[in-house]
């Protein structure tokens, strides 16, 4: 009953734009911290971003300033804006949910995105 669903991922040039989203259903968003991660073929999963569930955002150092999270908890989703994209940003990108109280974390099933010419 849980789902985070990913979407946005795709082909884009380096320089370009992409927005990755999140769809969660089947547990109380609001109460959730969120994050994106990502992994590339062969490396170990690494965070992106955060957002708490109230707000603030912290960024891997990788991303800062090209980057942005973001979260709507009437709408059940937690966006990913990426400007500036390089091809060391290829990987499969991740829709996390933990709420650290119960212990319980939720994952998506991941949208690649490419970055290459």
């Known amino acids: 009953q849980v789902q985070l669903v990913e979407s946005g991922g795709g082909l884009v040039q380096p320089g370009g734009s992409l927005r990755l989203s999140c769809a969660a259903s089947?547990?109380?968003?609001?109460?959730?911290?969120m994050n994106w991660f990502r992994q590339a073929p062969g490396k170990e999963r690494e965070l992106v971003a955060n957002?708490?569930?109230?707000?603030?955002?912290k960024y891997a150092d990788f991303v800062k300033g090209r980057f942005t999270i973001s979260r709507d908890n009437d709408k059940n989703t937690v966006l990913l804006q990426m400007n500036s994209l390089k091809p060391e940003d290829t990987a499969v990108y991740f829709c996390?949910?933990?709420?650290?109280?119960?212990?319980?974390?939720?994952w998506g099933q991941g949208t690649p995105v490419t970055v290459s010419s």
């Open positions: 996390n949910a933990i709420r650290r109280r119960s212990g319980n974390n939720y």
């Open positions: 089947g547990f109380p968003f609001s109460l959730y911290d």
């Open positions: 957002i708490p569930n109230y707000g603030g955002t």
